[in-house]
């Protein structure tokens, strides 16, 4: 028993005496680079810690051994330079000088020099312009009654302004006029302009077929150049509903009599086949 107590003593003075705290050791630190990095000694572990270091190698960089301090202004490299910025705005700057802008960059011309007429349309002399007649029959539920709207197009293709009349006619199919309608203004035809020309001639009636005629008078002279009258024609196709309501009812009234006819001379045959002889 005295002997066990003796080590117990021995043994609890061990544990309950100081450690001695170990020399703190500086490992040197390996760079991304395999480059031996100086690193400052530790300062003193606090009694009873264990002093650890490591060494961590990292990929390959390309920037500069992370062991030197940065140079100055190294820090945000990657960001563009003011020079850099400056070369854009250059660039941006005569791209968009080489496209003219909307307003004040285009001439807008409503006059072509030498413009040729469309199809159908007859050149006055390279001033005017004039189009086809054309003609919309309306039919009247009177026999005598209807009418005809009558329009032709005019360009004006000069560069002045002028003044023009018109005038509508119809003749029917023996030559005779049928409606007349004179003096239609055509007033301040500016250049570059269009303008559909109209008029609307009753009295159509039932003459089945007609011949329509406009004729435009411009100015005696523009821009230096005569002019002369001119006239377009076209002929009108009018329905004679009048006629074809007479030839039908015609038609029906000679079918009845003929049914009528027939079976009187029916209704006598069989009248005289029973007389006896």
């Known amino acids: 028993m005295p002997r066990l107590s003796a080590v117990a003593l021995i043994a609890a003075a061990a544990v309950l005496a100081p450690a001695t705290p170990p020399s703190a050791v500086a490992l040197p630190a390996v760079g991304a680079q395999g480059v031996t ?13 264990v002093d650890m270091s490591a060494t961590v190698i990292g990929p390959p960089s390309s920037q500069s051994s992370p062991c030197l301090p940065a140079p100055a202004g190294a820090a945000g490299s990657g960001a563009p330079s003011k020079g850099a910025t400056g070369g854009a705005g250059g660039r941006s700057g005569s791209s968009a000088g080489s496209v003219p802008a909307g307003s004040g960059s285009e001439t807008v011309s409503t006059v072509s020099p030498s413009p040729s007429p469309a199809p159908g349309d007859v050149d006055l002399g390279g001033v005017v312009h004039v ?7 309306r039919i009247s539920p009177n026999p005598f009654g209807g009418s005809a709207l009558l329009s032709f197009t005019v360009r004006n293709v000069s560069k002045s302004t002028f003044d023009a009349t018109a005038g509508f006619w119809m003749e029917g ?7 007349q309608v004179d003096a239609v203004t055509v007033s301040q035809l500016k250049a ?14 039932q003459w089945t077929v007609l011949t329509a005629h406009a004729t435009f008078r411009p100015p005696a002279e523009v821009e230096g150049t005569p002019l002369s009258p001119l006239t377009r024609d076209v002929t009108v196709f009018v329905f004679p509903w009048m006629v074809v309501a007479v030839l039908l009812l015609a038609g029906i009234a000679v079918a009845a009599v003929q049914l009528w006819r027939s079976r009187r001379y029916a209704t006598a045959d069989d009248l005289a086949i029973g007389v006896p002889a």
């Open 37 to 49: 990095c100086p690193t400052a000694a530790p300062s003193a572990a606090p009694t009873g810690a």
């Open 131 to 137: 189009g086809g007649l054309l003609s919309d029959v």
């Open 173 to 179: 199919p023996f030559g005779n006029r049928v409606a």
């Open 192 to 205: 570059g302009e269009s303008r559909v020309v109209s008029a609307e001639l009753p009295g159509v009636g």
